[in-house]
């Protein structure tokens, strides 16, 4: 299956050696950046694999990336925050736990 098929780490480096800013191109569904991808935490995280050193590289040729926001004004940390929260929620339901009303009533903004 295509869509699940990853670019080794060298395609991407010798594109943004090329293109920098390649780095702040934003996709036109939800207006994410390579960045705001990279940040992206899911429990399905095999079309990213090695999203960390994604991230790495993506800010070594093009700092400014980490100011690039989305339609929604949110940053890739940002992202980073939102998926990582609802990734801990999913996983405090399958296991009962419950959260505090706080971090329930953050996540349903």
């Known amino acids: 299956d295509f869509s699940k098929t990853r670019a080794p780490m060298e395609v991407l480096e010798a ?3 090329a293109h920098p800013n390649a780095a702040k191109v934003h996709c036109l569904k939800n207006t994410f950046t390579p960045l705001h991808y990279a940040c992206l935490v899911s429990s399905d995280s ?11 590289l993506i800010l070594k ?15 890739a940390l940002d ?7 609802r990734e801990l929620a999913e996983e405090a339901e399958k296991s009962s736990r419950s959260n505090s009303m706080m971090f329930t009533v953050l996540l349903k903004s």
Do not use: E
């Not at 040729?61 to 949110?74: D, E, N, Q, R, V």
């Open 61 to 75: 040729h093009c700092p400014s990336s980490s100011k690039s926001t989305t339609a929604g004004g949110l940053t």
């Open 46 to 56: 095999s079309l990213l694999g090695d999203a960390d050193n994604m991230a790495r």
């Open 79 to 85: 992202v980073h925050i939102v998926s990582f929260s």
């Open 15 to 17: 594109i943004l050696r």
